[in-house]
T-cell receptor, first 113, second 113 residues
Framework: ETGVTQTPRHLVMGMTNKKSLKCEQHLGHNAMYWYKQSAKKPLELMFVYSLEERVENNSVPSRFSPECPNSSHLFLHLHTLQPEDSALYLC????????????FGDGTRLSIL | GENVEQHPSTLSVQEGDSAVIKCTYSDSASNYFPWYKQELGKRPQLIIDIRSNVGEKKDQRIAVTLNKTAKHFSLHITETQPEDSAVYFCAASYLSGTYKYIFGTGTRLKVLA
């Protein structure tokens, strides 16, 4: 399934760098999500966008800045990250925001030096 | 806060045997319970889901049961095969003003040939 595409697949960056993660969905969905997946922890929902409007921000530090220019694209801008931010960042989409299946991308494996 | 507990964290079964994974949720408002399978290095994919107005759902070798009173739900895999080996995540969700989609910590299932 290639409905949700994330780039890059891997990213290594220093703590002072600025980078962006990109997510694109071709499923015609109206809701998109960013998750953080760390070892031995549950998937953590970071941000929720519905019809390009941010509807949830689950206490995520401001060094993570999401952007949703249209319903097919979602970005996560990264700035001044910490080593504990190293994780797999997963993007997902669903038809609408609500109790529905989510379709995930393959994720970006982020390593902070 | 809301959480979902998942047990066991690891499970090994012989090929052909059944596997059962259990989840307990804390928020009684939860009304949607999906299960995702994540193979090594791949994205999580929905395998089955259940809504709170149903007590059981089955799809071939996979079934999910829900006990709303006890706030438990379980995944049952019968006649396990090596390709069932993966990490399985449960989740509990509700949408009422705010939006919650909370994952369990995952169960690593290993099916031994």
């Amino acid at each position: 399934e290639t409905g949700v595409t994330q780039t890059p697949r891997h990213l290594v960056m220093g703590m002072t760098n600025k980078k962006s993660l990109k997510c694109e969905q071709h499923l015609g969905h109206n809701a998109m999500y960013w998750y953080k997946q760390s070892a031995k922890k549950p998937l953590e929902l970071m941000f929720v966008y519905s019809l390009e409007e941010r509807v949830e921000n689950n206490s995520v530090p401001s060094r993570f800045s999401p952007e949703c220019p249209n319903s097919s694209h979602l970005f996560l801008h990264l700035h001044t990250l910490q080593p504990e931010d190293s994780a797999l960042y997963l993007c997902a989409s669903s038809r609408d925001r609500g109790n529905q299946p989510q379709h995930f991308g393959d994720g970006t494996r982020l390593s902070i030096l | 806060g809301e959480n979902v507990e998942q047990h066991p964290s690891t499970l090994s079964v012989q090929e052909g045997d059944s596997a059962v994974i259990k989840c307990t949720y804390s928020d009684s408002a939860s009304n949607y319970f999906p299960w995702y399978k994540q193979e090594l290095g791949k994205r999580p994919q929905l395998i089955i889901d259940i809504r709170s107005n149903v007590g059981e759902k089955k799809d071939q070798r996979i079934a999910v049961t829900l006990n709303k009173t006890a706030k438990h739900f379980s995944l049952h895999i019968t006649e396990t095969q090596p390709e069932d080996s993966a990490v399985y995540f449960c989740a509990a969700s509700y949408l009422s003003g705010t939006y919650k989609y909370i994952f369990g910590t995952g169960t690593r299932l290993k099916v031994l040939a």
